[in-house]
Each structure stands twice: as structure tokens, then as C-alpha cells.
């Protein structure tokens, strides 16, 4: 595991150097503070509920073509205790989902921290008349939460991410491969994940979309993540932002149902 980690890193790495010379040359920073709630609830292949609440609070840092952003979550989980909580994501707008191991069947309510999730991306390509572009993200799920919400070790990903316009509409569409962190108890596999989906500016401060994620199954025993959710977003001010959404699931390595909202503000 160490030497696909250590593999997958060096890939990162190399992509961002050779891109460096194409950096944006605006400079301008921008730090976005952002927090809220996400709820989801699912059986997620078992055949009991798990209910999942989860505060994250988020920094982000933008200039020119880099962005970087660290997530740190609160969790309330209600359940038997037979499913771990990951930081699982496929896309820019991730939720929290779920990976199946047995641990006890009382049903309990635990709360705590959750692991805390780095990522840095790069744009790669950006066309200002036709508001197109490429970016290359990777991220690093740390394995810091207790054995109550996650496996405790280590996710490693990377994803490349494009976006277009056309008149109100702006679809994209992003594909990853993921290294789930492994152990001799709970064996997992690395897996690829994907979203596409489509928002449309309503005006210049309401937009509202629809996107669709699917990822492998990272176990034997686990399943494929579907699901699909509508969003829609409101500038408030020039600086602050409220962005709401609800979430269904298609396959039982997702949540059944789900929904969330959050606030953001850039200075």
C-alpha cells in the first residue's frame, strides 16, 4: 500500500510541476471560510438505518491557479454500529458516505470528530470568454477520527475535473481513482469514482443544478455508491453565500435519502 501511495503522490507531484509554467498570471488571493450541515440516512446493504449528521467547517484558499481547502467534520451517527462513516467523495461537492464492517448490533448514538480531509487543485485550462475549464485535484482523507466513524487510516485520491457554459447552462463532468486506505481486518480495493451533472443561472445570483456520482465498490463485501441531488445556490451579498440541497440514492452503498445546507463568506 505504502508504494501505491508513494506512486500516486509522484504522479501528483510531476503533473503539478510540469503545469507550473502555465500558471494564471493574476495573482489575486481569496480565503473562503464556509460551514453547515449534511444529513443522510440509509441501510447501506444492512438491514438496519444508519442516520448520519455531519458539521463540516471549511477553509478555503485561492490564487491564481491554485486552490487549497481543509475540511473538518462533527459527526452525530445513530445506528447498530455496523457502518463506518467515511470521507469518501466524488466530486467537488462531496457528502459523507458510508463503507459496511460489522462491529455491534445496540443501537447507539456517537458523536465526535470526523477525519479531516485535505485537497489542492490546479487549473489546468481556463477560457474566460466561454467560462470553460480543467482542473486537476488531489486529496488526502486523513485517518484521524476514532474506529466509531472510520477505518483509521488514510484515503488518497486524485481527480480531473471540466466545466463549460453554454448560455445559463454549465454542464461538467469529473473522473478519480482513489486509494482507500487497507488493513489485514478490513481489506478494501481502490476504486474509480465520476460525477456529471449541469447547473443553469436563474440570474446572476440564483443558480440551481442537478449532478449524478457513481463509485466502485471498495470491498468485497460493500456495494456501488449512486446517487443523484439537486442544489441550488444565492449570493446574499457580494461575499456570502447559501447553498442548500437534497440528495437520493440509487444503489445500497449510498444513502437512501439525504439533504443538506451551508454558508460560505470570502474576504
Do not use: C
Not at 53 to 62: D, N, Q, R
Not at 251 to 257: I, K, P, V
Request: hydrophobic share 30%.
Amino acid at each position: 500500500m505504502k508504494q501505491k501511495n508513494s506512486g500516486l503522490a509522484t504522479l501528483l507531484m510531476g503533473i503539478a510541476v510540469i503545469a507550473s509554467p502555465f500558471a494564471h498570471a493574476d495573482e489575486d488571493s481569496y480565503l473562503t471560510l464556509s460551514s453547515g450541515f449534511d444529513y443522510s440516512s440509509g441501510k447501506y446493504g444492512t438491514t438496519s438505518v444508519t442516520d448520519t449528521i455531519s458539521v463540516p467547517v471549511s477553509a478555503l484558499y485561492e490564487t491564481g491557479a491554485w486552490s487549497l481547502k481543509l475540511t473538518a467534520p462533527y459527526l452525530i451517527v445513530t445506528g447498530e454500529g455496523n457502518v463506518a462513516v467515511s470521507g469518501r467523495t466524488g466530486g467537488r461537492r462531496g457528502t459523507t458516505t458510508t463503507t459496511t464492517t460489522t462491529v455491534t448490533k445496540t443501537r447507539t448514538t456517537q458523536t465526535g470528530l470526523g477525519d479531516v480531509v485535505t485537497m489542492a487543485t490546479y487549473n489546468l485550462y481556463s477560457d474566460n470568454e466561454s467560462d470553460s475549464g480543467i482542473d486537476l485535484t488531489g486529496r488526502i482523507k486523513f485517518g484521524t477520527a476514532s474506529k466509531a466513524f472510520g477505518s483509521g487510516l488514510n484515503d488518497y485520491s486524485a481527480q480531473i475535473y471540466s466545466y463549460t457554459s453554454v448560455g445559463a447552462l454549465s454542464p461538467s463532468f469529473s473522473i478519480g481513482y482513489e486509494v482507500v486506505g487497507s488493513s489485514t481486518t478490513a481489506p478494501m480495493n481502490n476504486v474509480y469514482f465520476g460525477s456529471i451533472g449541469t447547473g443553469y443561472s436563474i440570474s446572476e445570483q440564483t443558480r440551481i443544478g442537478i449532478d449524478y456520482r457513481y463509485a466502485q465498490k471498495a470491498s468485497v463485501t460493500g456495494a456501488e455508491q449512486k446517487d443523484g441531488s439537486l442544489y441550488a445556490s444565492q449570493e446574499l451579498t457580494p461575499d456570502v453565500y447559501l447553498r442548500g440541497y437534497v440528495l437520493k440514492g440509487f444503489a445500497a452503498g449510498s444513502a437512501d435519502s439525504g439533504l443538506g445546507m451551508s454558508i460560505s463568506t470570502s474576504f
